[in-house]
Nanobody
Framework: QLQLVESGGGSVHTGGCLRL??????????MAWFRQAPGKQREWVVH???????RYRDSVKGRFFISRDTSKNSMDLQMTNLEPEDAGVYYC????????????????WGQGTQASVSS
């Protein structure tokens, strides 16, 4: 069983920055960040597959950036120029099965961390 622990998050004004961190208890093949705003479905933000090339949601391209530290089994999400539409609970997800990564689908999830953006 892989365990994921997120940290970071908080409250900022429009245009502000936040950094989220996700640390896994072991190695993984792929990882992603998702978010869920109140009353909305959870949506993916960025996928990082085994190729190492991240795939970002269009609305966050150029504003959000990920960095992975394989020695720490971690992946950070740097969020810049935040907008109120970026607010929500952010979840880290990971997968150890390479086949599932190619779908992609994720078995392991963190508990979520809140990001609030006020205008």
């Amino acid at each position: 069983q892989l365990q994921l622990v997120e940290s970071g998050g908080g409250s900022v004004h429009t245009g502000g920055c936040l950094r989220l961190s996700c640390v896994a208890s072991g190695r993984f093949q792929c990882m992603a960040w998702f978010r869920q705003a109140p009353g909305k479905q959870r949506e993916w933000v960025v996928h990082l597959g085994e190729s190492g090339t991240p795939r970002y949601r269009d609305s966050v391209k150029g504003r959000f950036f990920i960095s992975r530290d394989t020695s720490k089994n971690s992946m950070d999400l740097q969020m810049t120029n935040l907008e109120p539409e970026d607010a929500g609970v952010y979840y880290c997800a990971a997968e150890t099965n390479l086949f599932k990564c190619r779908n992609p689908e994720y078995t392991y999830w963190g508990q979520g961390t809140q990001a609030s953006v006020s205008s």
